[in-house]
């Protein structure tokens, strides 16, 4: 069936440094995929999205290409800052998946001064 | 903005107790969805909804049941809360064809 697999944590990374969190997936057909974020003590929020094959969802410099020839939709920011400190979830939604979406576990990424 | 309320953000509550998490969303969004985040497994899908009195199980629906009577209201249900029932409830909802919206969470202790 559909499903995510991201790379595990936790990330910890000094302020300014380059985050990439991976995200590879497996789909029949052409899904969307998302990045969320968890903030601590909060609910999900969407991040970015990208709908089909080769579109780069943007979002608070967060990056992410949807690459389908290696199934991948890796996550990207140039320079972290301490507020970007949070859990990070990749996701699928498809023609094979109704209504719901499938959840990777989560990264956690702190941020240090 | 779309806004998915969940009554609660903290609740203890004992073993064998009957258990209800509300949550409201208020865009008239035909699909609800209850998950549960627990460290480590990410998000697992408990039930979801598409429509009034609808229902269907995801992942992991043994010990839960839901009720959804009004379009803007999904509840769900721990018939008789067991230890191994606490963690992060999410509730989330969205329209056909668009992504989720989250509500905060509710972290329940079952004692």
């Known amino acids: 069936g559909d499903s995510v697999t991201q790379m595990e944590g936790p990330v910890t990374l000094s302020e300014e440094a380059f985050l990439t969190i991976n995200c590879t997936y497996t789909?029949?057909?052409?899904?969307?995929l998302f990045w969320y974020v968890q903030y601590p003590g909060e609910g999900l929020q969407l991040l970015l999205k990208?709908?089909?094959?080769?579109d780069k969802g943007s979002n608070k410099g967060f990056e992410a290409t949807y690459r389908k020839e290696t199934t991948s939709f890796h996550l990207e920011k140039g320079s972290v800052q301490v507020s970007d400190s949070a859990v990070y979830f990749c996701a699928l939604s498809g023609p094979n998946t109704g209504n719901q979406f499938y959840f990777g576990t989560g990264t956690s990424l702190t941020v240090i001064p | 903005d779309v806004k998915v309320t969940q009554s609660s953000r903290y609740l203890v509550k004992r073993t064998g107790e009957k258990v209800f998490l509300e949550c409201v969303q208020d865009?008239?969004?035909?699909?609800m969805f209850w998950y549960r985040q627990d460290p480590g497994l990410g998000l697992r899908l408990i039930y979801f909804s598409y429509d009034v009195k609808m229902k269907e199980k995801g992942d992991i629906p043994e010990g839960y049941s839901v009720s959804r009577e009004k379009k803007e209201r999904f509840s769900l249900i721990l018939e008789s809360a067991s230890t191994n029932q606490t963690s992060m409830y999410l509730c989330?909802?969205?329209?056909?064809?668009?992504?989720?919206?989250f509500g905060s969470g509710t972290r329940l202790t079952v004692v």
């Open positions: 789909a029949t057909g052409y899904p969307s």
């Open positions: 865009m008239d969004h035909e699909n």
């Open positions: 990208a709908t089909k094959a080769d």
């Open positions: 989330a909802s969205r329209p056909v064809a668009r992504g989720y919206t």
